[in-house]
């Protein structure tokens, strides 16, 4: 079982505020993505990453950065945060060719922008 | 606009009954289909998945249909249980990028 580690599992800031979200994946996974979850728009795509030091922008990007740093670890930026941004935010990964479009979720982070 | 659209926010069924899940896509490029399932405060796991080469693909109780004519993609859960009770997204795929759904709730009541 694919393993997918969110860090931290709640937080709260005010509106401005800076906030990291950390993902670890300790399966060689190539495919790192970052969703947001909102009730009435299910799982939307923030961006993703083939691999270290790539970026692909998703659907839903503005307000966001990411980097991915090495193989396991893909970070979410919100360098200034606004309450629209208050979400549930799940990282996943998925592997090469077949396996490519099996993606395995983290536990999630709920985010509260005051 | 919305690729992938899950008509139905909600369905209810009853304990035995057959719940069937529709979802529609616009893009013709999608050659992968899935369906997840997610309980309230966990994470989406994959439920079954097809490639767009097949038509119909059966697991248990779960049978999921694919009409490329119609981009119409669709859930069958026959003998439904409580335990089905969750938010079911669907999901398409086209070079690696999944792109999901809103979601429908299913609530199977005893």
């Known amino acids: 079982e694919a393993a997918v580690t969110q860090s931290p599992r709640n937080k709260v800031t005010v509106t401005g505020g800076n906030v990291t979200l950390s993902c670890r994946q300790t399966?060689?996974?190539?495919?790192m993505y970052w969703y947001r979850q909102d009730t009435g728009h299910g799982l939307r795509l923030i961006h993703y990453?083939?691999?270290?030091?790539?970026?692909q922008i998703g659907d839903v990007p503005d307000g966001y950065k990411a980097t991915r740093t090495t193989q396991e670890d893909f970070f979410l930026l919100l360098e200034l945060a606004s309450p629209s941004q208050t979400s549930l935010y799940f990282c996943?990964?998925?592997?090469?060719?077949?396996?490519?479009?099996?993606?395995?979720f983290g536990a999630g982070t709920r985010l509260s922008v005051l | 606009g919305q690729q992938v659209k899950q008509s139905s926010p909600s369905l209810t069924v009853q304990e035995g009954g057959i719940s069937i899940l529709n979802c529609d896509y616009e893009?013709?490029?999608?050659?992968?289909f899935a369906w997840y399932k997610k309980y309230p405060d966990n994470s989406p796991t994959l439920l079954i998945s097809?490639?767009?080469?097949?038509d119909k693909r059966e697991d248990g109780r779960l049978t999921v249909f694919l009409n490329k004519s119609g981009k119409h993609f669709s859930l069958h859960i026959t003998a439904s249980q409580p335990e089905d009770t969750a938010v079911y997204l669907c999901?398409?795929?086209?070079?690696?990028?999944?792109?999901f759904g809103h979601g429908t709730i299913l609530r199977v009541h005893p």
């Open positions: 097809v490639r767009s080469n097949v």
């Open positions: 999901a398409e795929a086209n070079t690696g990028k999944l792109t």
């Open positions: 893009n013709d490029m999608f050659d992968y």
């Open positions: 399966n060689s996974h190539n495919y």
């Open positions: 990453s083939y691999g270290a030091g790539n970026l």
């Open positions: 996943a990964s998925s592997g090469l060719g077949g396996s490519q479009n099996t993606l395995y």
